[in-house]
Every structure is written in C-alpha cells, then in structure tokens.
C-alpha cells in the first residue's frame, strides 16, 4: 500500500510540473503575440490558438490590453497554483504526512485559487459589458468552480493542519 501511495504522489508531482510547465508556455505565448499585435493589428485575429481579439483591438487599444492582462492574470496565478502544488507534492512523505509546511502551502493555495475566482468574475463581469458596446463580439466567459475548489483546498488545510496538532500532542505523550 505503501509504495501505491508513493507511486502516485510521484505521478501527482509529474501532472503539476507538466500543467506548470503548459501554463508557463501559454502565458509566454500569449504575452509573445500580444507584443507582436501592438505593431501589426492583424495578428490580433489569431492571438493564441485561435484566440481573436481583432474586434476588441479596433475598437478600443485599451480595452484590447485589459482583455489580455486580465487572461494573463489568471494564467500567472494559475502556474503559481501549480508551482505551490508540485512543492507540496514533494513535502508530503507518506511517514509523516502531516507536516506544517505542507498545511501551509495548502492554504496558500486555497487563497490564490480564490484569487483566480475573483479575477475571472471581473472578467466575466468586463466581458459582459464590452460585448455590449461591440457588436458581434463574443467571447467565452470562466467558469465559477474556483470557488467550490478553494473552499475544498482550504478544507484539506485545515485537516493537515489539525493532523499537525494531533501527531505532535502524540509524540508529546509518548
């Protein structure tokens, strides 16, 4: 049992640095093609894998920039996420499962996925008011699961963190 628990935190820890990775990738992408868009507004039509901004662009530059700062938020926040989790993944010993550092991170975690929840609901919010003032402009909104996933996050800090309590009353009444 043992060595299955090992075996897929070390696969868990594989996932997160894989989605840092893509994450990272994808935020260089876009800042990458938005740089070239400033130049030559025609590449704002395939911004990122399909990704077209071109109504948003003439229209207005700035709200073209805010369009793209805001995705590129979320998209930092979420490497950061995924950092924060191959960190934690590679704390966790099945030995010593509870440790304050791991409880933590896992509530820094909770914390930035709120983050990202906040930001994707101005977004949303921003979006839905430029697609009024541009006709024909549509473009997909976030979800809003982050706020159930930080509540879940948060929860399972506060079981390691009451899991630290526990395993050190224990070695105290040894």
């Given at each position: 049992?043992?060595?299955?628990?090992?075996?897929?935190?070390?696969?868990?820890?594989?996932?997160?640095?894989?989605?840092?990775?893509?994450?990272?990738?994808?935020?260089?992408?876009?800042?990458?093609?938005?740089?070239?868009?400033?130049?030559?507004?025609?590449?704002?039509?395939?911004?990122?894998?399909?990704?077209?901004?071109?109504?948003?662009?003439?229209?207005?530059?700035?709200?073209?920039?805010?369009?793209?700062?805001?995705?590129?938020?979320?998209?930092?926040?979420?490497?950061?996420?995924a950092y924060l989790i191959t960190r934690a993944l590679s704390k966790i010993k099945m030995s010593n499962p509870f440790t304050m550092p791991v409880a933590n991170l896992l509530e820094k975690v909770s914390y930035l996925i709120l983050l990202v929840w906040v930001v994707a609901m101005l977004y949303n919010s921003y979006l839905?008011?430029?697609?009024?003032?541009?006709?024909?402009?549509?473009?997909?909104?976030?979800?809003?699961?982050?706020?159930?996933?930080?509540?879940?996050?948060?929860?399972?800090?506060?079981?390691?963190?009451?899991?630290?309590?526990?395993?050190?009353?224990?070695?105290?009444?040894?």
């Amino acid at each position: 049992m043992k060595t299955r628990t090992d075996f897929l935190l070390a696969i868990m820890n594989v996932l997160a640095w894989v989605t840092f990775f893509g994450l990272a990738v994808k935020t260089g992408a876009i800042l990458i093609s938005y740089g070239v868009s400033i130049k030559n507004p025609i590449a704002s039509e395939n911004l990122y894998m399909g990704w077209n901004l071109s109504k948003v662009r003439q229209y207005d530059f700035w709200h073209y920039t805010s369009m793209v700062t805001m995705n590129v938020l979320i998209l930092i926040i979420d490497a950061v996420i995924a950092y924060l989790i191959t960190r934690a993944l590679s704390k966790i010993k099945m030995s010593n499962p509870f440790t304050m550092p791991v409880a933590n991170l896992l509530e820094k975690v909770s914390y930035l996925i709120l983050l990202v929840w906040v930001v994707a609901m101005l977004y949303n919010s921003y979006l839905a008011w430029l697609s009024k003032q541009i006709t024909g402009f549509q473009e997909n909104k976030f979800s809003g699961e982050f706020i159930l996933m930080a509540g879940v996050v948060f929860v399972f800090s506060q079981i390691f963190k009451k899991g630290v309590e526990i395993q050190s009353e224990n070695e105290l009444t040894v």
